[in-house]
């Protein structure tokens, strides 16, 4: 069983910069791709950022030029590098992978809270 393992949250202000992390607990042999959704009180979860095993890329419009995904050197490990966030970013944050056959798997979420 693969573990998704999410740091980097906690409390920032409007404008403020942070960085989540995401590691597996083990190397995944065929992977799809890596990314990040979140989930805000009351609403459904969103897609942030994907990054596929090729190196594509996708946002959501809502943080494209302000979020960045990539992935580290270490295999399946994903970051997320947060600029200007905005109270509206507020919401737990998802380290998702994708496996080329199987189910995804899901981090335990991490807390990202902007403050205005």
């Known amino acids: 069983q693969v573990q998704l393992v999410e740091s980097g949250g906690g409390l920032v202000q409007a404008g403020g910069s942070l960085r989540l992390s995401c590691a597996a607990s083990?190397?995944?042999?065929?992977?799809?791709?890596m990314g990040w959704y979140r989930q805000a009180p009351g609403k459904q979860r969103e897609l942030v950022a994907t990054i596929t095993s090729g190196g594509s890329t996708n946002y959501a419009d809502s943080v494209k030029g302000r979020f960045t995904i990539s992935r580290g050197d270490v295999k399946n490990t994903v970051y997320l590098q947060m600029n200007s966030l905005k109270p509206e970013d507020t919401a737990v944050y998802y380290c998702?992978?994708?496996?080329?056959?199987?189910?995804?798997?899901w981090g335990q979420g991490t807390q990202v809270t902007v403050s205005s």
């Open positions: 083990r190397s995944i042999f065929a992977l799809r791709a």
């Open positions: 998702n992978v994708q496996p080329s056959y199987g189910l995804d798997y």
